[in-house]
Nanobody, 117 residues
């Protein structure tokens, strides 16, 4: 059973930083993509950032230059460093893993990030 547990969310002011962590437990094949999504009230869930098993990353245009995704394969954790936060970054953030061998998606329970103006 694969489980993902997010931590590090909270309430900050515009311009401040947060780092989200996603601890992964359970067996996964090494070929997997790890990502962060977010969903704001009344909006669809959107991809924020993703990192492939080889280290290749991609970001939503709205966060490029401000957010950085990284993974620690030893600790089996994926991180999202969020700098220069804006009120429009306010959302519930979800950790995701796509296991390419099993063609399976796994999700965390979500964590709230709120940015005040």
């Amino acid at each position: 059973q694969v489980q993902l547990v997010e931590s590090g969310g909270g309430l900050v002011q515009t311009g401040e930083s947060l780092r989200l962590s996603c601890a992964v437990s359970g067996r996964l094949f090494s070929l997997n993509t790890r990502a962060w999504y977010r969903q704001a009230p009344g909006k669809q869930r959107e991809l924020v950032a993703a990192i492939a098993s080889g280290g290749r990353t991609n970001y939503a245009d709205s966060v490029k230059g401000r957010f950085t995704i990284s993974r620690d394969n030893v600790k089996n954790t994926v991180y999202l460093q969020m700098n220069s936060l804006k009120p429009e970054d306010t959302a519930v953030y979800y950790c995701n893993i796509y296991d390419q061998v099993r063609d399976s998606d796994y999700w965390g329970q979500g964590i709230q990030v709120a940015v005040s103006s």
